[in-house]
Nanobody, 120 residues
Framework: QVQLVQSGGGLVQAGGSLRLSCVAT????????MSWYRQAPGKQRELVAQ??????NVAASVKGRFAIIRDDAKNTVFLQMNSLKPEDTAVYYC???????????????WGQGTQVTVSS
């Protein structure tokens, strides 16, 4: 089985930076795709960034400010957030949609979420 354990987040002033981490633990064969989502109060969860081996994309709303980074040797994915704005305030979740294990593919794997609050 796989667990996604998040760290980072917190309170930061507008214009500041934060770095979120998501570590995959447990027994698994492969994780092809890892993504970051966020959910602000009163809004639906939205995709922020996604990464596969050798490729990555970020949402238009964060392009030029956020980056998704993988460290496959440590089974870790990061979300580097720069030039933060108050509208970035949300709970951020990492996600691995498909994880190969010795008991088959496990779908829709989520981290526990971490709060990011950006003050003006």
């Amino acid at each position: 089985q796989v667990q996604l354990v998040q760290s980072g987040g917190g309170l930061v002033q507008a214009g500041g930076s934060l770095r979120l981490s998501c570590v995959a633990t447990g027994s698994f064969f492969s994780i092809n795709e890892m993504s970051w989502y966020r959910q602000a109060p009163g809004k639906q969860r939205e995709l922020v960034a996604q990464s596969t081996i050798g490729d990555s994309n970020v949402a238009a709303s964060v392009k030029g400010r956020f980056a998704i980074i993988r460290d496959d040797a440590k089974n870790t994915v990061f979300l580097q957030m720069n030039s933060l704005k108050p509208e970035d305030t949300a709970v951020y979740y990492c996600n691995a949609p498909r994880v190969g294990t010795n008991r088959g593919v496990k779908f829709d794997n989520w981290g526990q979420g971490t709060q990011v609050t950006v003050s003006s």
